[in-house]
């Protein structure tokens, strides 16, 4: 029985058994329970949690239930919808590089939500609530990306990775120049909000947001789990997955739906949050092995402690200069390396 890289024993198939999972999950709830209360408690101002508690009308109290916890929910539902649909499509593709920033999905989201905040005045005189309009037009945008990907990666023997993710890169530079044309056409002052949120800034959601939120990425997430050992069984490509009794087409249609409303949902609050879709999913492999079942559930509560730590180092980096890098530019350079990483494995 060999180790995991995070000292786990593990089965030598590479399977946990239900205890050994049951402890896995529990490690990471219990980190990504200590990154919020880390990302609660630190930042450019310290907050003392007894006064918070106990006055909550104090300062501390404003920060702590006004904006920390806000942000650091936001933070969670972001990092585990994110990093369950990156495992769900590297399943699919049986590909450790696919990602919905690499495939296009993120970019597709960002292209449909950027249209919205573009069009916000507009939006408003028609009486459409903002952020239903921008959460519907980035899940269109990454059901287009999805589609597009997915359609040109279509084989008669099933998916070509490789072209699908070559047609995802495509259409994250279409993408790009759609979202670049779009704010050379607004105001200064619009422009840069768009870069603002671009950039992948948590910002500070109103509480019936975020339930909504929660739900759809909650729904999206428990889709993946029940699909997961579909997933394991197109692993054997879709003629042996189909002798087997997986209605592959059902399968895909229905993962493809609930990742990318997670991935659209992740988008549509915080903007493009890089790579945590393919750090967190191959981490997790690395320590559980390659089964679904095991790997989208750990996905989702790695992916939540993931964006709460980065969340957390992006608040606190340049607190002695009174402003603070966006979680997405550290998450971007931490996944650009690894991403290279990855690559090199995978052509050596």
């Given at each position: 029985?060999?180790?995991?890289?995070?000292?786990?024993?593990?089965?030598?198939?590479?399977?946990?058994?239900?205890?050994?999972?049951?402890?896995?999950?529990?490690?990471?709830?219990?980190?990504?329970?200590?990154?919020?209360?880390?990302?609660?408690?630190?930042?450019?101002?310290?907050?003392?949690?007894?006064?918070?508690?106990?006055?909550?009308?104090?300062?501390?109290?404003?920060?702590?239930?006004?904006?920390?916890?806000?942000?650091?929910?936001?933070?969670?539902?972001?990092?585990?919808?994110?990093?369950?649909?990156?495992?769900?499509?590297?399943?699919?593709?049986?590909?450790?590089?696919?990602?919905?920033?690499?495939?296009?999905?993120?970019?597709?989201?960002?292209?449909?939500?950027?249209?919205?905040?573009?069009?916000?005045?507009?939006?408003?005189?028609?009486?459409?609530?903002?952020?239903?309009?921008?959460?519907?037009?980035?899940?269109?945008?990454?059901?287009?990306?999805?589609?597009?990907?997915?359609?040109?990666?279509?084989?008669?023997?099933?998916?070509?990775?490789?072209?699908?993710?070559?047609?995802?890169?495509?259409?994250?530079?279409f993408a790009a120049a759609g979202i670049t044309l779009l704010k050379t056409a607004v105001s200064p002052e619009k422009a840069q909000e768009l870069l603002f949120w671009l950039t992948g800034s948590l910002g500070y959601e109103s509480w019936s947001t975020l339930a909504a939120a929660a739900a759809a990425t909650g729904v999206s997430i428990a889709v993946l789990v029940r699909q997961s050992h579909a997933l394991n069984l197109l692993v054997l490509g879709d003629d042996g997955a189909a002798a087997l009794g997986v209605e592959v087409a059902r399968v895909r249609l229905s993962v493809f739906l609930a990742a990318s409303l997670a991935v659209a949902v992740a988008v549509s609050l915080t903007g493009l949050v890089a790579f945590v879709g393919l750090i967190v999913p191959h981490l997790a492999r690395l320590a559980l092995g390659p089964d679904q079942r095991l790997l989208v559930p750990a996905s989702a509560l790695g992916g939540a402690a993931f964006l709460l730590a980065a969340d957390l180092g992006a608040r606190l980096l340049f607190v002695p200069l009174g402003t603070e890098l966006p979680a997405g530019a550290l998450t971007a350079l931490a996944g650009g390396p690894f991403f290279l990483l990855l690559l090199r494995r995978k052509t050596t």
């Open positions: 029985m060999a180790d995991s890289p995070l000292g786990i024993p593990m089965h030598a198939n590479g399977r946990f058994s239900p205890a050994r999972l049951a402890v896995a999950l529990a490690v990471l709830s219990a980190i990504s329970a200590a990154a919020f209360v880390a990302g609660a408690l630190f930042g450019a101002e310290k907050v003392d949690l007894t006064s918070a508690l106990s006055q909550p009308d104090s300062l501390d109290g404003r920060i702590l239930f006004g904006l920390r916890l806000p942000r650091l929910v936001l933070a969670a539902i972001a990092g585990a919808g994110l990093s369950a649909a990156g495992a769900a499509y590297q399943g699919l593709l049986r590909n450790p590089l696919a990602d919905p920033f690499v495939l296009g999905v993120s970019g597709g989201a960002a292209l449909g939500g950027t249209l919205a905040l573009a069009a916000s005045g507009l939006i408003a005189a028609m009486g459409i609530a903002s952020g239903v309009w921008v959460s519907g037009t980035a899940f269109f945008g990454a059901m287009l990306a999805t589609w597009l990907a997915f359609a040109a990666g279509r084989t008669e023997g099933g998916l070509d990775a490789t072209r699908t993710l070559l047609a995802g890169v495509i259409f994250n530079s």
